[in-house]
């Protein structure tokens, strides 16, 4: 099992930045591949970034390319998600993802790729 809770969510201006945090505790983290998806009041929740076992390989959105960056620190169990040059349409409740039988090399972005989930952030973009 793996838990997942995710902190750094918050109201922001457009334009602005906030860096999000996903602290995982139980099985091994560093085997896991990682990942952020989002969802939007009345949208299904869609993939934002992922970030493979081995930390070197990583994926996004690209709605997001170019101004989130997803990273990890396997020494301290936390992947983040920095947020730069955010827009009203990036407001959503954001979602850790932890895979648990995972290549050391791939990234994944279906929902339906990962076993457990936190619980979610909130982020607000206001205009």
């Known amino acids: 099992q793996v838990q997942l809770v995710e902190s750094g969510g918050g109201l922001v201006q457009a334009g602005g930045s906030l860096r999000l945090s996903c602290a995982a505790s139980?099985?091994?983290?560093?085997?896991?591949?990682m990942g952020w998806f989002r969802q939007a009041p009345g949208k299904e929740r869609e993939f934002v970034a992922a970030i493979s076992w081995s930390g070197g390989n990583t994926d996004y959105a690209v709605s997001v390319k170019g101004r989130f960056t997803i990273s990890r620190d396997n020494a301290k169990n936390t992947v983040y998600l920095q947020m730069d040059s955010l827009k009203p349409e990036d407001t959503a409740v954001y979602y850790c993802?932890?895979?648990?039988?995972?290549?050391?090399?791939?990234?994944?972005?279906?929902?339906?790729?990962?076993?457990?989930w936190g619980q979610g952030t909130q982020v607000t973009v206001s205009s």
């Open positions: 139980g099985r091994t983290f560093s085997s896991n591949a």
């Open positions: 993802a932890a895979r648990a039988s995972a290549n050391y090399y791939y990234t994944y972005m279906r929902s339906y790729d990962y076993d457990y």
